[in-house]
């Protein structure tokens, strides 16, 4: 249970809950392992359990979220001159394909029971696609 805990999904948010599941009034960036130890996690396995489920949970969101940024970030478009009156955009499928995956990833991801903390990060972007 120690290693997990360790796990890069643990954030301060979820180290501030179990803290307090755990009744324990110590800042995260204060916690020592003695005093992680003395909270007997052994008999609280189910609170640990909760909220290392709701951290992994919330990372794979996250992960999402930041890919789709990514892509959108670095996405460029390759325009082409039409009868040299203008320019149009080439290869429109590979364009509404990536909107269609990102879409339906978006949402996967309002089905989630972790959706409402990143709620405010993903309405903007199923806006926008």
């Given at each position: 249970m120690m290693a997990d805990l360790k796990s890069e999904a643990m954030k301060p948010r979820?180290?501030?809950?179990?803290?307090a599941k755990l009744r324990l009034k110590i800042p995260f960036?204060?916690?020592?392992?003695?005093?992680?130890?003395?909270?007997?996690?052994v008999k609280?396995?189910?609170v640990v359990t909760d909220i290392m489920g709701q951290a992994?949970?919330?990372?794979?969101?996250?992960?999402?979220?930041?890919a789709i940024k990514d892509c959108w970030s670095k996405y460029e478009?390759?325009?082409?001159?039409?009868q040299n009156k203008g320019r149009l955009i080439k290869g429109w499928d590979d364009?509404?394909?990536?909107?269609?995956?990102?879409?339906?990833t978006l949402s996967?991801?309002?089905?989630?029971?972790?959706?409402?903390?990143?709620?405010?990060?993903?309405?903007?972007?199923d806006d926008k696609l």
């Amino acid at each position: 249970m120690m290693a997990d805990l360790k796990s890069e999904a643990m954030k301060p948010r979820h180290w501030k809950e179990l803290l307090a599941k755990l009744r324990l009034k110590i800042p995260f960036p204060d916690l020592t392992l003695n005093q992680l130890w003395q909270a007997d996690l052994v008999k609280n396995t189910k609170v640990v359990t909760d909220i290392m489920g709701q951290a992994r949970g919330e990372m794979i969101l996250e992960d999402f979220l930041r890919a789709i940024k990514d892509c959108w970030s670095k996405y460029e478009l390759e325009l082409i001159k039409y009868q040299n009156k203008g320019r149009l955009i080439k290869g429109w499928d590979d364009v509404f394909a990536q909107v269609d995956e990102h879409i339906n990833t978006l949402s996967s991801m309002k089905m989630s029971p972790y959706y409402k903390i990143f709620e405010e990060e993903i309405v903007p972007w199923d806006d926008k696609l």
